[in-house]
């Protein structure tokens, strides 16, 4: 069988070892990769190339994705989706795996509605996919943001300041939740934990009035100007206070172990799912398990909201 992999969407950590390890393990099985460059927008345009076991070597420690991604909304154009089928059956191939994130899984649905075979796995450091307990580079995203809390929070701690450390996560907090808990932040502020600036603010008060001298806001990104909240806490709290936005740097570094297994686990088992003729089907990982949904099934619905949750008023 011949299997195109493209990236799609925001880059992750470990989308390279999920492509490494489809590719290895399926020619050790017989069948024959191309990479897809550029996404979806390298699907329509033909731009392929042939995947070797030998071009493999030495990525697993890459971050980003080789084959590069790129934003392609024109893809929602039948025509542009229809040019992209042609290209794969011109050169033979049967079936696609697609590695990214929301977006991502809507271009892969289409595309099995035409009937392509497509497999999605889930890599996005957000980790807003239904259907799986992590995604691809959430944990190599989540292990940048602790390194810089504990840097932020040396000097907070100095300077007996208030920091507020914005993270990337849109409708999905757990970044900012698994950040804040294993971090020690003494605010989480996160779509499905929703704090006012008044309530941080007389919080703070109260800090000072018990002699506490620094304190930590974890904020999911555009819930608040995180610029123009450091300066209300500053003039109404006694507390000085910055903001810190770690932005693009939360999605590079080398993979961390935890998402090289992952991502070994979930690339390989996309060829046992081609193999079993299974696809239309996003993979996941629930309770250590490779499982799959369809991928219409994923989309349609949301990630129940994360149990740690209960832990935040008790332990910041």
Do not use: W
Not at 56 to 79: D, N, Q, V
């Amino acid at each position: 069988m011949k299997i195109a992999i493209l990236t799609s969407g925001g880059d992750a950590p470990g989308m390279n070892v999920a492509i490494r390890a489809a590719v290895r393990y399926g020619i050790n099985k017989g069948h024959e990769f191309y990479g897809v460059l550029n996404g979806y927008y390298g699907l329509v345009n033909d731009d392929l190339i042939k995947l070797e076991h030998k071009s493999m070597s030495g990525i697993i420690s890459f971050g980003g994705t080789f084959l590069k991604t790129a934003r392609f909304p024109e893809f929602r154009e039948e025509a542009n989706r229809q040019k992209a089928i042609d290209n794969l059956k011109a050169r033979g191939i049967e079936g696609l795996i697609v590695i990214g994130g929301d977006g991502s899984y809507r271009g892969a649905l289409d595309l099995s509605k035409m009937g392509l075979k497509v497999v999605t796995i889930p890599g996005t450091i957000d980790n807003d996919i239904y259907g799986t307990d992590y995604t691809i580079g959430f944990h190599t995203a989540l292990n940048t943001i602790v390194e810089a809390m504990d840097k932020l929070r040396d000097t907070s701690v100095s300077h007996q300041r208030c920091s507020i450390i914005e993270v990337m996560g849109r409708e999905c907090g757990d970044l900012a939740l698994h950040a804040a808990l294993s971090g020690g932040a003494e605010f989480l502020v996160t779509p499905e934990n929703p704090l006012s600036k008044e309530y941080i603010i007389d919080k703070l008060k109260e800090y000072k009035k018990e002699d506490r001298t620094h304190a930590i806001v974890v904020v999911t990104e555009n819930i608040f100007n995180v610029h123009e909240l450091a300066k209300e806490i500053t003039e109404k709290s006694k507390f000085t206070s910055n903001a810190t936005v770690l932005g693009y740097i939360q999605r590079g570094g080398s993979p961390v172990p935890s998402d090289r297994i992952i991502a070994t686990r979930m690339g390989s088992y996309a060829i046992d799912l081609f193999e079993q003729n299974i696809h239309s089907v996003a993979i996941g990982i629930e309770n250590d398990k490779l499982i799959y949904l369809p991928i219409h099934i994923v989309l349609n619905n949301k990630r129940r909201v994360n149990p740690l949750y209960k832990l935040v008023k008790e332990v910041s």
